[in-house]
Nanobody, 132 residues
Framework: RVQLVESGGGSVQPGESLRLSCVAS????????MAWFRQVAGKEREVVAN?????????????AKGRFTIAQLNAWKADGPKMVELRMNDLKPEDSANYYC????????????????????WGQGTQVTVSA
């Protein structure tokens, strides 16, 4: 059973940086999609970025392009838990949200997962607050 554990987040001022980490364990696959979503209370969950573990494709939302970087930290390690980091620079108040790591238990690549409902494994969420 796939499990996702997130860490990072917190409160920062505009222009500062944060790093979010997600560790995926228990997957029988060494290649699959991992994604970061965010959600503000009362609004729909939106994708921030995704990456194919064991692959090279990366996607960023328009809001994340140029400021956020998603990367797999242990790409050299074929087996075992997968670690993905979301580095967020030049944070803005509109980046404030609860951030979630997500993965498919099916082991699908990201191009097959168009919506948040296509992901069935989610982390617990971590709050990011950007304010002056």
């Amino acid at each position: 059973r796939v499990q996702l554990v997130e860490s990072g987040g917190g409160s920062v001022q505009p222009g500062e940086s944060l790093r979010l980490s997600c560790v995926a364990s228990g997957s029988p696959y060494n290649r699959f999609c991992m994604a970061w979503f965010r959600q503000v209370a009362g609004k729909e969950r939106e994708v921030v970025a995704n990456i194919n573990i064991g692959g090279s494709n990366i996607y960023y939302s328009d809001a994340a392009k140029g400021r956020f970087t998603i990367a797999q930290l242990n790409a050299w390690k074929a087996d075992g838990p997968k670690m993905v980091e979301l580095r967020m620079n030049d944070l803005k108040p509109e980046d404030s949200a609860n951030y979630y790591c997500a993965a498919p238990s099916s082991g699908d690549w990201c191009f097959r997962l168009a919506r948040d409902t296509d992901f069935d494994v989610w982390g617990q969420g971590t709050q990011v607050t950007v304010s002056a």
